[in-house]
T-cell receptor, first 113, second 110 residues
Framework: NAGVTQTPKFQVLKTGQSMTLQCAQDMNHEYMSWYRQDPGMGLRLIHYSVGAGITDQGEVPNGYNVSRSTTEDFPLRLLSAAPSQTSVYFC????????????FGSGTRLTVV | RKEVEQDPGPFNVPEGATVAFNCTYSNSASQSFFWYRQDCRKEPKLLMSVYSSGNEDGRFTAQLNRASQYISLLIRDSKLSDSATYLCVVNRVNDYKLSFGAGTTVTVRA
């Protein structure tokens, strides 16, 4: 049982490039989400999904796209990378409404130069 | 005002000491409360849920004060391995989304 798997672990992009951060969970969790973590600001929600085919925006969605075609996968796309998107990105999943807490992936450290 | 606020610390304590810190939340409709632990450059991991009556897990004790809208975490007999950032996390009623505090850093020294 792998839990939540994120790839890649590290990535350097040039401004204007696009890429997809991958997230997969094998716990049959209905809820999945993407956060970014910046120093002193805590975790901020980018996008989330309450099930396959359903996604919604969090508090910092600009510059990012998501889709949820299966229960297991929830990729995050950076459309045109900017230095302000340099951050650590975490994917998380939960089996129900937040009262069960989240399981996090190990994170992706992204640098945009 | 942030939904969840924490004293960033750092709290520097010697091994064996007791350390305690609080977190305040602004939404009175909040339903579920958690403490997460995050080690440097690692993902957050659930430390414990916080129940209305308060609860213990080994050396860790969590309390909830709904009237004043804060939760607390107390660590007894601190170990070097307790050095980490502790995140306060709050969930609103009927909501999947969790709100995270920015974290309290604890450093336990030998």
């Amino acid at each position: 049982n792998a839990g939540v798997t994120q790839t890649p672990k590290f990535q350097v992009l040039k401004t204007g490039q696009s890429m997809t951060l991958q997230c997969a969970q094998d716990m049959n969790h209905e809820y999945m989400s993407w956060y970014r973590q910046d120093p002193g600001m805590g975790l901020r929600l980018i996008h989330y999904s309450v099930g396959a085919g359903i996604t919604d925006q969090g508090e910092v969605p600009n510059g990012y796209n998501v889709s949820r075609s299966t229960t297991e996968d929830f990729p995050l796309r950076l459309l045109s990378a900017a230095p302000s998107q340099t951050s650590v990105y975490f994917c998380a999943s939960s089996k129900g409404q937040g009262r069960y807490g989240y399981t996090f992936g190990s994170g992706t450290r992204l640098t945009v130069v | 005002r942030k939904e969840v606020e924490q004293d960033p610390g750092p709290f520097n304590v010697p091994e064996g000491a007791t350390v305690a810190f609080n977190c305040t939340y602004s939404n009175s409709a909040s339903q579920s409360f958690f403490w997460y632990r995050q080690d440097c450059r690692k993902e957050p991991k659930l430390l414990m849920s916080v129940y209305s009556s308060g609860n213990e897990d080994g050396r860790f004790t969590a309390q909830l004060n709904r009237a004043s809208q804060y939760i607390s975490l107390l660590i007894r007999d601190s170990k070097l391995s307790d050095s980490a950032t502790y995140l306060c996390v709050v969930n609103r009623v009927n909501d999947y989304k969790l709100s995270f505090g920015a974290g309290t850093t604890v450093t336990v020294r030998a």
